[in-house]
């Protein structure tokens, strides 16, 4: 049954990601276009379980278009995975007369409005946000291609200094679960080898790179590592490399944090934009407990439950343009 949407709440929840402040823009800019009252919850799910819950307007959003993190700060919450902390949560948007909630999350916030829609019946629309983009429904999430294109400049930067020094350099990036970021910033740098958790980590044709690398006589190499891989991280597969070359001169790099700030690209202010639209009508269509996402230029919906546990399949074409390129 399609239900009056008066007033509705954005939340952001999970770790943050560059463009949410794009995303709110928009997704307060369309509600006032439409004639809906908006408001933020505060801290993610943890400040809607607490009621901190602020009215906004067109102004509560100007000159954030460009701005990293989130204004409405995030948090993951641990209360809102009981079924009591979801209770309270209810409670908390009934008293504030809030209709619908627009949710900027990831696999982790998504799981969680599945099972709070179930429970309270209550309309959430989605918004994709992850640095990892591990969501299935949408080709990028907002954040993924601002932090690849953080990543793949401070590996160029890297690239300089391990030139000078005839240096291997094992570079960890983000991706617990998922190489994505890994794949596509280790095919912008030219990595030697791309490590991801998608596929089995191969030593001996990693030490075969090497030993290509070293008769060719190549004065750098970079080996980009998913956090996530089962290998272990960087600094272990640093430290296997070096048991078995002791003659490399070896570095290792966690780039972390880093690849969750700064200002977003160009194509996440967009995609963002265009999802923040797309969510408040969707919500006004009457849709709920689903994610909005952007698949082939098209707006597509696709249920909580399917967008968190079908995550995309990892590039084989990537994987066979770096055994071309990285010879
Ligand atoms: O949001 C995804 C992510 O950036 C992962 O790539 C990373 O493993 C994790 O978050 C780090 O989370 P936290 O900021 O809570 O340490």
Known sequence: MKIPVNKIAIVTSGGDAPGLNACIRAVVRSSCFYGIKVCGVQRGFEGLIDGDIIDMDASSVSNIIHRGGTILK???????????????????????????LVLLGGDGSFAGAAKFILENDFPVIGIPKTIDNDLFGTDFAIGYDSAI???????????????????????EVMGRDAGFIALRTGIGVGAEAILVPETTTDFNHLLSVFEKGWSRE?????????????????????????????????RVCILGHVQRGGSPTCSDRVLASKLGIAAVEALLEGKTGVMVGEVNKEIVYTPF???????????????????????
Do not use: C, W, Y
């Open 305 to 327: 439950n399917k967008a968190v546990k079908h995550h995309m399949n990892v590039n084989e074409n990537m994987l066979r343009m770096l055994e071309i390129l990285s010879a």
């Open 74 to 100: 995030s948090s993951r919450s641990l209360q809102f995975k009981t079924e009591e902390g979801r209770a309270i949560a209810f409670r908390q948007l009934k008293k504030a007369k809030i209709d619908a």
């Open 218 to 250: 190549k004065s750098s190499m970079i080996i980009v590592v998913a956090e996530g891989d089962e290998e272990g991280g960087a600094f272990t597969i640093a430290t296997k490399v070096k048991q078995k070359f002791p003659q490399f001169d070896t």
């Open 149 to 171: 294109n953080t990543a793949m400049q401070v590996i160029d930067k890297i690239r300089d200094t391990a030139e000078s020094h005839n240096r291997i350099f094992f570079v």
